[in-house]
């Protein structure tokens, strides 16, 4: 079951307070795929999610709407009178704003919001909560209330669709905490914990691996500087503890700054390998311009 459907899930199990259930009923029919003096459609993935807003427009004796179901749940209001009604119900005037009076309605303005229109990755994968609806005059609204909440999304546009998302994973903690999702809350945290573990992991692993890399490059162009030095008769003319790290090098071409240390005799530090293998390259290279 995908991440988002449980959650809505989950919210459908929500006993909404009767004040509520108008806030919620608003904002799913607000922000759903039609919301005109016309006409209401809203399409919907989940029998859960139908029968809860149904239960809804049946509790406010809204009844003349028609419902399909094929691989979608196609709800759909044409009745003028029954949609002049509802408006009336819900307290819609010319001025779409919601004005409710009492704060667990906004929530519950949101949560409707959420069930119609919204998404949340799932956190293994992706951090991302969207809103996505057609209507881009319906921006402010969301803006608006979601800010009342200390959550301040950002917008953008999607295959034609306006989108309204929050990216921070605090953010969308607050935002499943304020709707009534805390379970998920936990879920998120957690998900979310494991994914930047993993990350930081892989980061990791991929530093070691630059790591190596850099090292056996390193080694490659000491054996060819040592090669070339051998090969124009200039190895000889070398100091004898060059020579002795040269050597060392050609027999441990595999062997790290700390191997070929504990192989020197006489005995010399890490860094005195290093600083005399970075000699052997210099004196090489210095070949080029003669
Ligand atoms: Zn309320």
């Given amino acids: 079951m995908p991440f988002s459907y449980e959650i809505k899930k989950s919210l459908c199990e929500i006993q909404e307070n009767e004040c509520c259930k108008k806030a919620e009923l608003y904002g799913f029919l607000l922000y759903s795929n039609t919301f005109s003096a016309e006409k209401i459609r809203i399409i919907m993935e989940h029998g859960d999610i139908t029968n809860r807003y149904i239960s809804f427009l049946e509790k406010f004796n809204i009844k003349k709407y028609k419902l399909t179901i094929n691989n979608f749940h196609n709800l759909i209001i044409e009745d003028f009178d029954e949609i002049n009604k509802l408006k009336n ?38 951090y991302g909560l969207e809103f996505l609806f057609a209507d881009e005059s319906l921006n402010p609204i969301l803006f608006e209330v979601m800010n009342k909440y200390n959550l301040y999304p950002k917008k953008s546009v999607r295959k034609n669709n306006n989108m309204v998302y929050l990216k921070s994973k605090e953010q969308i903690n607050d935002f499943l905490s304020l709707i009534g999702a805390t379970e998920f809350m936990f879920d998120y945290i957690n998900a979310s914990i494991e ?27 000491q054996v060819n500087a040592i090669k070339k030095l051998k090969n124009n008769n200039r190895f000889e003319s070398l100091d004898n503890k060059l020579k002795m790290v040269a050597e060392l090098r050609l027999e441990n071409p595999e062997s790290n700054m700390e191997d070929l240390s504990i192989l020197s005799f006489p ?24």
């Fill in 195 to 221: 994914n930047d573990m993993k990350n930081d992991i892989n980061r990791i692993v991929n530093c070691e691996t630059a790591n190596i890399s850099r090292a056996v490059n390193a080694a490659v162009m």
């Fill in 267 to 290: 005995k010399l530090s890490k860094s005195g390998v290093s600083h005399r293998l970075k000699k052997i390259c210099e004196i090489a290279k210095s070949m080029e311009n003669e």
């Fill in 89 to 126: 119900i819900l307290n819609i005037s010319k001025n779409i704003f919601p004005i409710f009076e009492k704060d667990c309605c906004y929530i519950a303005f949101l949560r409707g919001i959420f069930m119609t229109c919204g998404y949340i990755h799932d956190p293994k994968k992706a």
